[in-house]
């Protein structure tokens, strides 16, 4: 059966907005929502139109930008159907797989690298130790409904914290440091954007030239000490960054 029968579709035909687009959103809301969900087939481009009363380039433009987001596939031989919505994680001191569980997406991470190294320049200057001291270095891959959705590079101080390969593939970073009794106080981030390298795009499941988000933190402890500096790139089709903007008085 369609899922999308059993939904509150309509379009307002006096509104300025584009029926293609008050489909579209209507039906990213749903999927954003749980009404459809991961893996669910939409029914026939043609009876939804006549449900509708629209025209078939309509819908299949509504369906297309959904396609283009990444929140829609198109299988042949098989039909559209629903991957999972976009992860919109705020702006706080929060880690990713805290995000992810609490959206509902199944984390999962990859453990790439797990060495001590010595600090370059760059990460002895977010961390305040000394250039070519030593520093834990972490790469993981985070995962979510068994798809790329992160690379994750973090540098720590060495010796603040166990962290075994197969702790971090259980669990977030973050979780691992209060259980270890590092309180996280504070963070200093930004946050950008560019192209995907071809490895890149080879890592995280797009093509070369993909867009990606990328972010850098420095977080620090209740005694005002850095305990890690991170470095991350996110697909932008499966990710976005939410702000709350509040006007100065």
Do not use: W
Not at 3 to 25: E, G, H, I, K
């Amino acid at each position: 059966m369609d899922p999308t029968v059993s939904l509150r579709l309509s379009v307002d035909r006096s509104s300025p907005v584009p029926l293609y687009f008050q489909l579209s959103q209507q039906l990213e809301a749903a999927i954003e929502h749980g009404e459809l969900t991961p893996g669910s087939l939409l029914g026939n481009e043609i009876e939804l139109a006549a449900r509708l009363g629209l025209s078939r380039p309509t819908v299949r433009q509504a369906i297309q930008s959904l396609v283009d987001k990444g929140l829609l596939v198109r299988r042949r031989g098989v039909g559209t159907q629903v991957v999972h919505s976009q992860v919109k994680r705020p702006l706080e001191l929060s880690s990713l797989y805290d995000d992810l569980e609490a959206a509902g997406q199944r984390p999962a991470t990859r453990v790439l690298v797990n060495t001590v190294e010595p600090a370059s320049a760059e990460v002895a200057a977010a961390l305040g130790v000394p250039e070519g001291a030593e520093v834990h270095r972490v790469e993981r891959l985070r995962l979510a409904h068994g798809e790329p959705m992160a690379h994750l590079c973090n540098y720590l101080p060495a010796g603040l914290l166990d962290l075994a390969s197969e702790h971090l593939e259980a669990t977030g970073l973050y979780r691992l440091m209060r259980a270890a009794g590092i309180t996280l106080h504070s963070a200093r981030q930004s946050v950008g954007a560019r192209a995907a390298t071809l490895a890149e795009g080879e890592r995280l499941g797009e093509p070369e030239g993909a867009p990606l988000l990328t972010m850098q933190r420095t977080t620090f402890d209740d005694t005002g000490r850095a305990v890690e500096f991170g470095t991350h790139t996110y697909r932008a089709s499966r990710y976005s960054f939410e702000f709350q903007l509040l006007v100065r008085s």
